[in-house]
């Protein structure tokens, strides 16, 4: 088992910057990534940035490429999401998802998730 918590929502004016973070503890060695997503308020939860816990490596979705940024920390068993330049269509309920994925980049099971953090940004 791994526990998974969220932390560093808030809110914020439309331009300005927020870092969320995601402690991982427990059987880290079953993870190797973990994944960003946001579900805003009625909509469906969405994939925005992948970090590889080896390489530190991120991929990131469109909507926020350019403005948000994937790092992790592993001596601290953390993960860090920072958010530049927000927007209020970034509201939403941001989560962590810890997970192993394979070489030919399939996940493992659903991995394990966090409660959230709440980011909004008005305008």
């Known amino acids: 088992q791994v526990q998974v918590a969220e932390s560093g929502g808030g809110l914020v004016q439309s331009g300005g910057s927020l870092r969320l973070s995601c402690v991982y503890s427990g059987n880290i060695e079953s993870i190797n990534t973990i994944a960003w997503y946001r579900q805003p308020p009625g909509k469906e939860r969405d994939l925005i940035v992948v970090?590889?816990?080896?390489?530190?490596?991120?991929e990131y979705a469109d909507s926020v490429k350019d403005r948000f940024t994937g790092s992790r920390d592993s001596a601290k068993n953390t993960a860090y999401l920072e958010m530049n330049s927000l927007k209020p269509e970034d509201t939403a309920l941001y989560y962590c998802?810890?997970?192993?994925?394979?070489?030919?980049?399939?996940?493992?099971?659903?991995?394990?998730w966090g409660q959230g953090t709440q980011v909004t940004v008005s305008s």
């Open positions: 998802n810890a997970l192993k994925v394979t070489t030919n980049g399939i996940s493992v099971g659903d991995g394990y």
């Open positions: 970090t590889s816990l080896g390489s530190g490596g991120s």
